[in-house]
């Protein structure tokens, strides 16, 4: 192409354009430039051009008055269903909705407290629910010491730490006692939080909070499609674009070529679990940590569910602050920790990255306002009880613990992968075992089987598979040999009869059925129906 047929076609374009008014012309480069930066900005911001678009296709499709009708008909149905299943079989019919006139006197009350723990059945007493409690409430040593913690602590804050000098100690105790169990240096750090969910939405936004000081306008989180619910959790309310990573279909750990290969300039954090919820695998921390090295990205090891297994047992695993690269670390004591409900640990390599976590408001009218987690006001009788917990176990018992946990899980496994008819998903022994239906076996009435043989066992999706959380009574004398034989039991009913109407209509068949539907956004809306259920106050017909 030579000049000269360049200043032609120049020379033409001005000349069409001679004939188009100025100011429109002007106007048009402007509103066309700031229609491509919006959607430049939509494109790379946490939602996306393309889930924009099929929102407002389904929302549509949704508002079409035939279609809205069957859509409620069907939440009706699974909403009725959901509120019977809610509804205590035991325990008065009756709700209080009023504060009583005057207070109720105490020998009353803690008779009407009992009322209300009775309903608590006594299912995962007997060792049958994948996780929920994790430590032995028989010990009553334990119990013991926890009752007296909490008459000391329970009016404790550590928002206010010159009044509560004990409880600040506790805390940075615990916080300590963490970083060495992971080891962490003399530089690591964290806080405590109430969570796992909330641990990992801490590191999330202290990730996120360093990104943007460094200019990054829409930061991206990378995680594996394994990764804890707590982080797309972390990512819709921070505003951080999760770009999900599947897991190898061998090993069940995230895909690395895949994830360095979605790392770009607004990566603000890379994730890896140690163990996973789903499948119990644990990734290949050591080469995230690597490539969180190569490329100067944070790299957070979800240890909710192995921090206290893993750092009591001999292993190869590489998952802790000895990996170079691994900046933040989220642990939960009231898991495997066995601390009492509503503690956990978010840990930091050094004070730097702990920092981007902290909150300050240095013009409140009521006083420079710092925070160190989201929270105001804390429960200083939750660290309080964690201090204690930790204390009252040692290493000695968490050892045994973790040493029988994974022992456990691993009879489970070789029990259910001998079981025709049955698929391992995974294949590491850290706490958990997944597995579902081959030979052509429907894996939901397999589920809605093992809940007849009062089995709670968590229902997984894409793929459709069950999973068992090993909690101590798991360990105890028969219950791993019970489980697996309620397993064949399950396989040998399901593969000698036809479904029945009940099968079709159960829960792990409607659970199962949902992951077909395309738009997301009815899956919300039963899940909406849900969390209602869970408030609901409605009576039993009796
Ligand atoms: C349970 C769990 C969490 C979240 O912990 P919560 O205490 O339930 O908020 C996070 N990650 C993993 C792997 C978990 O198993
Ligand atoms: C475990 O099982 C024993 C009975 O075998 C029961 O007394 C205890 O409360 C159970 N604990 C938990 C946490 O399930
Ligand atoms: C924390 O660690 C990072 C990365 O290793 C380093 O760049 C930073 O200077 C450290 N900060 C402190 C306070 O030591």
Redesign the pocket.
Known sequence: MNSAYLYNVVDEINDDLKQINPLVLAAFCVSSTYLACQLWNMHRDDIGIRRRVKNYVFNFVKSIPMVRKQIDTQLKEVKDELVKSLVYKDGPNEFITKLPEQGINPDELINLARVYDRMEGPR????RVSGA??????NTDEMAVYQEVFRRFAWSNPLWPKLFPGVRKMESEVIRICCNLMNGDEESCGTMSTGGTMSIMLACLAHRNRALKRGVQFPEMVIPSTCHAAFTKAAEVFRIKAVKIPVDPQTYKVDLKKMRSAISSRTCMLVGSAPNFPYGTVDDIAAIGEIGVKYDIPVHVDACLGGFLLSFLETDYQWDFRVPGVTSISADTHKYGLTPKGSSVVLYKNASYLHNQYFCDPDWQGGIYASSTLEGSRAGVNIALCWASLLFQGQDNYRRYAEDIVATTKKIREGISAIPGLKMLGSEDVCIVSWTCDQGLDIHRFHTEMSRRNWQLSGLQFPSAVHIMV???HT?EGVAERLISDCKEAVDFIRNSPPSDSDRKSEAAIYGMSQSIPDRSIVNEFAAAYLDATYSMIKRSS
């Not at 409690?133 to 028989?138: I, K, P, Q, R």
């Open positions: 995962y007493l007997e060792g409690v994790f430590s032995d409430e028989s909690t101590m009574n105890k």
